[in-house]
């Protein structure tokens, strides 16, 4: 059969205004950093330089939870529908400015740019149309008697979807009456500064949304703020549980969304094709740079052989390269260090002894690069099996019987996510009644919704983000102190 070749489609970068350096988004305006160092933001797939930011002081912390202080009086005491026509109109912003959110993120994130076109931008523009439909009708919303803000919300946002992250953060807080000051990831602070342009288009009043940028010591400068009360992270386990110890015995509230290592289970009744493409969404959409992705595949022994079979060939046609070609499937990885992390982690499953596979595909040569692959052969001791790799790297386990399946996917420190592939649906109902997972998608993987709370057990963090759930942990409730 003839093979064709995509010709290049590059998605034009004219429609992105980037400036050579951008300031802190303080009280409604950029304002200059006092005493914070410049460090620069790079694209992961050439390494150009996109801009200079600033890392934010302590200083500069401090001026940003002032003014999210002055502003809250004023911004609590709107009514909800007032506060909803703001985030409104930021929503509708934000769909009209799409394609430079997109094209803005894919050049800082490396992500391709038909996800952050299709998923990450308008996903993001949805929860704020999502929660200015709440703002006026949180007294109905079952939360409890009396829902009001807690006052100042410190948030903290990793860089897999930059954008994405903000708005699950940014919307609830800001629908509920909560000021904001955010820290982006170091490694991908435009689209928040980009948003924090949509928050002036949008006159959003001064000091509502705050955006400092830097890396862990601003981000704890802010969560350890003593006027902020209210932490909301989304990040790594590790930094997590740092986060938890500096805000224990203080009257913070806080919300931790972290790692995750999920199973993606496939029967012998399944659709093989189907959940073939639904092992590939899992673990290969966004560099498997996803807090929820199925990144362990555990399979029916007696379709083992098949699903890999149809998974090899499957991944063999993935496209991998520049994340603004609208035919790219796999951009670039976000970071040398998270290079460095995967690259480490796939050598330990080598030496573990499972057996490592990958599709032939060539890879630029500049930036960060790493491509599709997969271990078969793994047991559940693995490091490969347990550890979060946060990259496009699947580790295939089988079962032969639903309670094996179940204690396997079980088997971690983790419970964000799964997945399961069956005919059945008795057998999804008793599945997901038995997986220790925040989201179990049922025939499918990798979807989501504002509507839908989204969170962890175990390691994976506590509180819940989107749906009424979501919202409950921006008020506080009773009768007022
Ligand atoms: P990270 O924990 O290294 O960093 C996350 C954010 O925390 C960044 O903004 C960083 O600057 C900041 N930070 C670092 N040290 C800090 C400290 N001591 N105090 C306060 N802030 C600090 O994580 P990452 O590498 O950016 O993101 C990847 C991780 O995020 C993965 O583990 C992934 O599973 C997780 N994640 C979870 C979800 C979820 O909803 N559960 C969603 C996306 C990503």
Not at 28 to 57: H, N, Q, W, Y
Not at 84 to 113: H, T, W
Not at 360 to 371: I, K, Q, S, T
Request: hydrophobic fraction near 40%.
């Amino acid at each position: 059969m003839p093979t064709f070749e995509y010709a290049p489609a590059p998605e034009s970068r004219s429609v992105v205004d980037l400036q050579s350096s951008y300031g802190l988004f303080i009280n409604g305006e950029f304002v200059d950093s006092r005493g914070g160092t410049p460090f620069k933001t790079i694209s992961p797939a050439t390494e150009e330089v996109l801009a200079e930011v600033c890392e934010a002081s302590a200083e500069d912390v401090d001026r940003a939870v002032a003014a999210a202080r002055a502003a809250f009086g004023s911004w609590s005491s709107l009514s909800g529908a007032d506060r909803g026509k703001y985030l409104f109109r930021i929503a509708r912003i934000m769909q009209e400015r799409a394609r430079e959110f997109a094209v803005l993120e894919s050049l800082d994130n490396g992500k391709p740019i038909k996800e952050s076109r299709d998923v990450d931008v308008p996903i993001a523009a949805a929860h704020f149309f999502y929660h200015a439909g709440w703002a006026d009708k949180l007294a109905y919303a079952s939360l409890g008697q009396n829902p009001r803000p807690h006052g100042v919300v410190g948030q903290v946002i990793p860089w897999n979807f930059p954008l994405l992250m903000l708005a699950w953060k940014i919307a609830p807080a800001l629908a509920t009456g909560n000021t904001v000051v955010l820290k982006p990831a170091e490694t991908t602070p435009l689209t928040a500064l980009l948003f924090a342009q949509v928050c002036q288009q949008a006159d959003l009043p001064p000091g509502v949304v705050n955006i400092i940028t830097g890396a862990g010591p601003t981000g704890q400068a802010l969560i350890a703020h003593q006027d902020v009360d209210k932490v909301a992270f989304t990040g790594s386990t590790a930094v997590g549980k740092a986060i938890a110890r500096t805000i224990a015995g203080t009257r913070k509230k806080a919300t931790l969304e972290l790692g995750g290592k999920a199973a993606n289970i496939v029967f012998d009744d399944a659709p093989v094709d189907q959940a073939v493409e639904g092992i590939v969404n899992g673990i290969f959409f966004n560099q498997g740079h996803v807090c929820c992705a199925g990144s362990r595949l555990l399979v029916q022994e007696s379709i083992a052989q098949e699903v890999e079979d149809k998974l090899k060939a499957r991944l063999a046609t993935l496209r991998v390269g520049d994340p603004l070609d609208k035919n790219t499937d796999i951009g670039a990885i976000n970071s040398a260090e998270q290079l460095e992390r995967i690259n480490t982690l796939v050598k330990v499953g080598e030496d573990e002894g499972a057996t490592r596979w990958s599709p032939e595909c060539e890879l630029p040569a500049n930036g960060f690069w790493f491509r599709p692959t997969v271990f078969t052969g793994v047991s559940q001791t693995h490091r490969i099996a347990q550890e979060e790799i946060f990259g496009p790297v699947l580790s295939v386990l089988t079962f032969r019987t639903p309670g094996e399946a179940v204690s396997k996917a079980n088997n971690t420190p983790y419970g964000l996510s799964a997945g399961i592939w069956t005919e059945k649906g008795s057998r999804i109902l008793w599945m997901a009644d038995q997986l220790k997972a925040g989201v179990v998608w049922a025939n499918t993987f990798n979807k989501f919704d504002p509507t839908s709370p989204f969170g962890g057990y175990k390691e994976s963090g506590y509180g819940r983000e989107g749906g009424r759930h979501g919202l409950s942990a921006y008020v506080t409730t009773g009768a007022a102190t």
